[in-house]
């Protein structure tokens, strides 16, 4: 074997060539996705960095434990060896890339890349933005790097820019007031006070400053601290006003405080440090333009932090089929990391019902949105209204990509069966569903450029539900429990009771037609255990999810004492 191998090595160096290798085509795009067009093909000598991944040694391992990280997400050295040499073969070099040795990235000339990976790396332009971009329609690897390889990033997902965040102005849905008396009661917007009356969410300080909350932003979305200051003085008069966030930088991300303030990273800022009171709220700005490599390197570079934040919020998002399957498979099993590490990764998901990330009436079949049809994160809808009611914008459906994951199934095939055959054909009947739950999401009052604006979307919803997180695992960590980690076990059984059924309201559709509805519309059994759990849990998954939370009902259901 070994002197096969030597021999056939020598070969190669005497005769100056390389063995064949046979390529399989490995990713492919029958075209460019809407809103690119093909421009030209790359220059041949300009220089890509790719980055490749390695397969990960034990994902079923790691899925079932969710615990002990590294060992189950290193390669086997066999992958790192059958890598390196064909990279070696081709005198290309590589560094890694993550904790575990999972990503390495080469530079490689485009002329080189397309022979090694039998691609045709051109430039794309996005037409609404004029940024050009440099990918590939396909690309193949070798075929004895099947088991080996898992993909290459950038080739055939492309950096959709992250155009809209939350919407600004008062949504266009009825407005249910029916709050006299309650914090609620002064306008008609949703502020701090409201949330922690609604959600009985605790105005006391953090007792220590462990939890952290982590807020990632990217593409040039920029917070203001002079417009949180002013949030605070408004909203949280019982906080010091100088309460504010820390700051990372990921590629080059900035915290400028001059230029292009964003409503969303505001937003996300304004309502973690306004309603997660002491909590140290760590603002992550990623640099670059290409969104799921932003995600991507969030992710790493959370993971390979001693400890990293044990709650992200994030309101970004994708449609899922603009992520390659092995690109959103990987991003996932990279949130299963984090939540291995006692992280909660939450996403909103997303204000488009069930048409994507934005509404697209000419859709033909449902849009299920990115991450949240990942098992492992925790996707988090739109309510509006008292008694709240689902939100018309709120993502909501069946991922394309992910089955159903065994903690939602029985909650989703009661929900399947109330829903008989409304909109058969339209989504996948065994995926993932999402939301997992829900919280208010329109008319929230934010400051921008100094001014009082509002504002609705599913990115009101994560930092509501993400402080509510963050201030549970100060609570637990007081009490020398562990935090929460990866939330949805605990969602769909014990959580249950900790939260509120949202019995109305739907998604909008394709066309003029309806998503999906929150509803109640069975009760046959009250006095069945499991049949009261499947009336809490059959409605929402895909509008609403499970309900809206309860901080107090929540410390029960998580084993702390309630002290109040
Ligand atoms: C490669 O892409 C260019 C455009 O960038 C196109 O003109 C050319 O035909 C393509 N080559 C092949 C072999 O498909
Ligand atoms: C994967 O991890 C599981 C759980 O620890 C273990 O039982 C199994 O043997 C591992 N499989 C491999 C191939 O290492
Ligand atoms: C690798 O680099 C060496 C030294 O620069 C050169 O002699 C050789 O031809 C290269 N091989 C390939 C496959 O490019
Ligand atoms: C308004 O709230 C009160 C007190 O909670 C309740 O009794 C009443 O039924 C509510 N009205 C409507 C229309 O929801
Ligand atoms: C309502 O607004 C008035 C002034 O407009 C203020 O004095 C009062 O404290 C507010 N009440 C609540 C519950 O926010
Ligand atoms: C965190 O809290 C501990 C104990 O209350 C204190 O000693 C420490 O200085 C605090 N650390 C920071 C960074 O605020
Ligand atoms: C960050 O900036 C440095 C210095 O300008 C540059 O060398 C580096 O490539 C940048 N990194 C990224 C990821 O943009
Ligand atoms: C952000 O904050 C600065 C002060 O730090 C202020 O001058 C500026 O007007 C604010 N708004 C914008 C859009 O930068
Ligand atoms: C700020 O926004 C303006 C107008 O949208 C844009 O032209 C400019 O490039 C932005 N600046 C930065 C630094 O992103
Ligand atoms: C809207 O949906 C149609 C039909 O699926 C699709 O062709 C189009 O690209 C979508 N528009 C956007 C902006 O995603
Ligand atoms: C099915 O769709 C109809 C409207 O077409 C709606 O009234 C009904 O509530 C839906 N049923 C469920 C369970 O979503
Ligand atoms: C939706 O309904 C409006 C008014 O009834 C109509 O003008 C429009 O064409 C419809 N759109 C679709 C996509 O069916």
């Avoid at 421009?39 to 960095?49: D, F, G, Q, Y």
């Avoid at 996005?126 to 690309?139: M, N």
């Avoid at 609604?198 to 909350?213: Q, R």
């Avoid at 959580?495 to 003029?512: E, K, M, P, R």
Wanted: hydrophobic share 40%; with cysteine; glycine share 8%.
């Amino acid at each position: 074997m070994f002197l096969a191998l030597f021999v056939a090595a020598s070969l190669v160096q005497a005769l100056g060539t390389r063995p064949p290798r046979v390529l399989q085509q490995h990713e492919v795009l029958g075209d460019a996705p809407a809103g690119y067009v093909l421009t030209r093909p790359a220059l041949p000598e300009s220089v890509l960095t790719l980055r490749l991944a390695l397969t990960q040694s034990n994902i079923s391992g790691l899925i079932d434990e969710l615990y002990d990280v590294e060992e189950f997400v290193s390669p086997l050295s066999e992958s790192i060896t059958a890598v390196q040499t064909w990279l070696g073969e081709n005198n290309l070099t590589s560094s890694v890339l993550s904790p575990a040795g999972d990503w390495v990235e080469i530079q490689v000339p485009v002329e080189e890349a397309n022979t090694l990976l039998d691609a045709n790396f051109s430039i794309f332009t996005h037409t609404d933005s004029g940024i050009q971009t440099t990918r590939t329609l396909g690309y193949s690897i070798p075929t004895d790097l099947l088991d080996h390889l898992d993909l290459i990033h950038p080739t055939v997902t492309f950096p959709h820019p992250y155009e809209n965040g939350p919407k600004m102005g008062r949504s266009t849905m009825d407005w249910l007031l029916n709050t006299t008396s309650t914090p609620c009661a002064n306008s008609s917007s949703i502020d701090p006070a409201c949330l922690q009356y609604l959600y009985n969410i605790p105005s006391t300080p953090a007792v220590g400053n462990s939890s952290k909350l982590g807020v990632p932003a990217y593409v040039n979305f920029w917070a203001n601290r002079t417009d949180l200051k002013t949030f605070l003085e408004i909203y949280r008069p019982d906080m010091n006003p100088s309460t504010t966030y820390a700051f990372q930088s990921i590629d080059n991300g900035t915290d400028p405080q001059n230029v292009n303030v964003s409503s969303e990273a505001n937003l996300d800022t304004q309502y973690t440090v306004g309603l997660a009171t002491d909590v140290p709220i760590t603002f992550i700005s990623v640099g670059g333009f290409d969104f799921p490599e932003a995600l991507l390197n969030t992710a790493i570079f959370l993971l390979a932090q001693q400890s990293p934040p044990q709650v992200i919020s994030d309101s970004y998002g994708y449609d899922e089929n603009l992520v390659s399957q092995k690109l959103a498979y990987r991003l996932c099993n990279t949130y299963a990391q984090l939540g291995a590490r006692g992280t909660s990764v939450l996403f909103g998901s997303g204000d488009g019902g069930v048409t994507g990330l934005y509404p697209n009436s000419s859709c033909t079949g449902f849009v299920p949105t990115f991450p949240s049809g990942c098992p492992f994160v925790t996707s988090i809808g739109g309510t509006v209204g008292f008694p709240q009611q689902a939100a018309n914008f709120s993502g909501g459906g069946f991922s394309n990509y992910w089955g159903r994951p065994d903690y939602q199934s029985d909650a989703v095939s009661a929900y399947l069966r109330l829903l008989g055959n409304n909109n058969t054909g339209m989504y996948n009947i065994s995926g993932r569903a999402f939301p997992d739950l829900a919280t208010y999401a329109v008319d929230f009052e934010i400051v921008l450029d100094g001014e009082v604006r509002q504002i609705y979307g599913t990115s009101c919803a994560s930092p509501t539900f993400a402080s509510i997180v963050a201030l549970l695992n100060d609570q637990l960590i007081a009490a020398g429990k562990p935090v929460l980690g990866f939330l949805n076990p605990f969602l769909y059984t014990k959580g249950v009771s900790a939260l509120t059924d949202v019995v109305a309201g739907y998604n909008i559709g394709c066309g003029n037609s309806t998503g999906f509805y929150a509803t109640v519309g069975w009760d046959p059994v009250r006095n069945n255990r499991s049949t009261i759990l499947e009336l809490y849990t059959l409605t929402l998954a895909q509008v609403t999810g499970l309900g809206t939370p309860d901080f107090v009902r929540l410390k029960n259901a998580v084993g702390l004492v309630d002290e109040e």
